[in-house]
């Protein structure tokens, strides 16, 4: 499944569905500090964005061709957007950068030189309008994650408020778990749980704004966060408001569309999400079939079109 290459001065140490994760080659001259995990010892990780693409929990084939140089580049603008909250980039002047091999040139405008944190196994769910698993959700029970909502919602109906409803991280291979709130309490505990809900849901009402601005709407989105292990501070990490990540829509459409499929017009992977669906049973046992080169040229399009839009206001 995953790509990863050899980096000259960086060992790999894991691969998730989309990223691949480095640390130092070079070891402490203490061989004891050495044991173990090497990502738990690292005190730097280089998080390099591929360009593979997944859906519904699995990682697809082909991958869609510049994807991570886009979600590397609009991660670090939507960090320079929030400077408000603390996230894991290494800081220029962090002693812990000293002596490290440079970024290799093959994977510079892909990766991220980061600060190891302690992740917390939670996603942190965001939604402001009414789509996806969520309405699926709401269709049986008339609520999404445990959170009631008011009777009669259509899909893509924007909510009342935006709602956190996180989910339990699982290891690669399985699928992720919509969890409640007082759950994450239990993972976390508490103090931890409510700074991840009150962090995720003020992001989401920033960024809503500043994709507003723009002519678009932020319909939901997840993040991920770590504890910084100087600090003990909760620290946003990996990608963040990427068209992997959330789901965009036109807003001028959104007005005007006279059904869902009109109104719901994406600037993110819902191109390869619609196609699946329509030609996969999602049956575990089996691979998902091969996109075919039209989805692959359309999500491609649509990520460039979300970082013009968003970047340069285009």
Known sequence: MSDARELP??????????????????????DDDWTGDPLRRSRVVLVVASDRVSAFDHVLEPAIPGKGAVLTALTRWWFDQLPQVPNHLAYPEDD???????????????????????????????????????????QATGAIGGIRLPEGLANGDRLPEPIYT???????????????YERTVELVGETVAEQ????????????????EDRGLILADTKFEFGADRDTGIVTLADEVLTP??????????????ATP????????????RDWLAANWDQDDSERPPTLPHEIVEQTAERYQALVDRLTLGL
């Open 166 to 180: 996180p989910a339990w991280k699982a290891p690669l291979g399985e699928h992720d778990e919509n969890i409640s």
């Open 196 to 211: 991840l809900r009150a962090l995720s849901l003020e992001i989401f009402t920033r960024a809503s704004e500043i994709a």
């Open 9 to 30: 001065g960086w060992t790999h140490v894991y691969s998730g569905k989309v990223r691949d994760l480095y640390v130092p080659a070079t070891t402490p001259d203490d």
């Open 244 to 257: 992997d990540s959330s789901r965009y829509w036109d807003g001028e459409a959104y007005v005007t569309g």
């Open 96 to 138: 812990r950068l000293a002596g490290l091999a440079e970024i290799p040139a093959a994977v510079a405008e892909r990766a991220m030189l980061c600060r190891t944190l302690d992740m917390f196994p939670i996603e942190c769910v965001v939604r402001g309008y009414l789509t996806g698993s969520g309405w699926k959700e709401y």
């Open 261 to 272: 499929e009109l109104r719901m017009a994406s600037f993110d992977k819902q191109i390869v």
